[in-house]
């Protein structure tokens, strides 16, 4: 493979880690979550490092994880929905990678959310407003990985396959 590592960026629900994990399956790469490796840090769920720790430090310690993987290779890499806020983090995971933004229509997301409770930023009274509230703050963000996939209509194995002929 070309790319020292596959990063997935894209809002929460849009297929970062299902299509991931295959991905890294189909091309025997390791899959990472960093999400998960958040939470193994911090010993706490995301929603315990919000209301306890606050966002500030959950997007600290989400930066450490940013710098460790970059400099790892041969890694099929889920971002957080949040981590392109920080140009670095995009910086430091797209060095010699290949970038992918996977995107969704918002009451697609919210399908695949709905039961979800470990979200915080969706613990609104009106999840689909709130979706696309942070949607269009982020668009410009998003709209900057230079390859784009609308999961919205795709099954799991064809975003697989469009991922892995890139």
Do not use: W
């Amino acid at each position: 493979m070309a790319y020292k590592n596959i990063v997935l960026f894209g809002f929460m629900g849009t297929g970062k880690t299902c299509i991931g994990k295959e991905v890294a399956r189909k091309l025997d790469m390791t899959f990472v979550d960093m999400d998960d490796l958040v939470v193994g840090r911090a010993g706490k769920t995301i929603p315990q490092i919000f209301s306890e720790d606050g966002e500030n430090h959950f997007r600290a310690l989400e930066r450490q994880v940013v710098v460790d993987l970059s400099r790892q290779s041969g890694l099929v890499i889920a971002t957080g929905g949040g981590v392109i806020k920080n140009a670095e983090n995009v910086s430091d995971l797209g060095c010699d990678g290949l970038e992918i933004c996977l995107t969704a229509k918002p009451d697609i997301i919210l399908g695949r959310v709905e039961d979800d409770t470990s979200r915080p930023l969706l613990n609104t009274d009106d999840r689909l407003v709130t979706i696309k509230a942070l949607l269009h703050a982020r668009e410009h963000l998003y709209n900057s990985i230079p390859n784009q996939i609308d999961t919205s209509e795709m099954t799991v194995d064809e975003a697989v396959e469009k991922i892995v002929t890139m």
